[in-house]
Structures are given as structure tokens and as C-alpha cells.
């Protein structure tokens, strides 16, 4: 079975921190993906809002660089969540486990540049890579 997704959007929200019981950092964000299409003479937009977790290292340089707009390139996995809400009504979601986050920069298939939120010297890492932790 082959299971890899690769995308390129936007944050569509600033990133979510939050740690594992075991201190693991996990990072929660959501990226908007664009598709032109024309049909007829008329050029249409397509719009899919895809929610993104990361872990570990690669979760705190996403904290810590990301904002909402961002460019980003992900690679990783599609996962499926189901629970069941306190109504006893079953609920699911997918969502892109990342295993690569690349930060793109405002120009248009770049790589990081050196502006970061807060006006910082510091440039973000071009790719951050961390395994699961489980």
C-alpha cells in the first residue's frame, strides 16, 4: 500500500501548539490549495482547506516561523480520525500527518527567505524533519 500526499498552500490560520502527556510538541494548522480550471471561456478557482498536525522538532519550527499566509510545501500521509461526540453521533475527519514541512517564501516557488513574524535577523530552516512518535 503507498500512502504520500504532497501539497502547496497557505495557512488559512496561525499555528496551534500543544504538547503530548509525554512532551511530545504537536503542531496543528490548516493551508488552503488553489486550482485554476477553465470551463467554457470562463477561468474558475477551486478552493480545499486541508488540516495539517506535525510532530516533534519539526512541530516547534512550525510554531515558531509560521503565521496565517504563509506558503508552505507538505509531504506526508492522509490519516482518518473517527470519535463518537457525547450525543453518541460517529464523526470523521482526514487529515495530511506531515512528515516534511517546507517553508516557501512570498515569491512564487522560492524557498525561505530571511523575513520572519516579528522582523527577526533569524531566517527559518528551509525543511524541518522529525519521525512520528509513534
Request: charged residues 30%; proline residues 4%.
Amino acid at each position: 500500500m503507498f500512502n504520500k500526499i504532497i501539497l502547496v498552500g497557505n495557512l488559512t490560520r496561525d499555528p496551534e501548539m500543544r504538547y503530548t502527556p509525554q512532551g511530545t510538541s504537536v503542531c496543528n494548522f490548516g493551508i488552503a490549495v488553489n486550482r485554476k480550471y477553465k470551463q467554457g471561456e470562463e477561468v474558475k478557482e477551486d478552493v480545499t482547506f486541508i488540516n495539517v498536525v506535525v510532530f516533534g522538532k519539526q512541530a516547534d519550527t512550525c510554531g515558531q516561523y509560521l503565521n496565517k499566509g504563509s506558503a508552505v510545501l507538505v509531504e506526508g500521509r492522509l490519516q482518518e480520525r473517527r470519535w463518537e461526540t457525547e450525543e453518541g453521533q460517529k464523526r470523521s475527519k482526514f487529515e495530511v500527518v506531515a512528515q516534511t514541512v517546507r517553508f516557501l517564501s512570498k515569491k512564487q516557488g522560492g524557498t525561505a527567505d530571511t523575513e520572519t513574524a516579528g522582523g527577526s535577523d533569524i531566517a527559518p530552516p528551509d525543511e524541518a524533519t522529525d519521525l512520528e512518535p509513534f
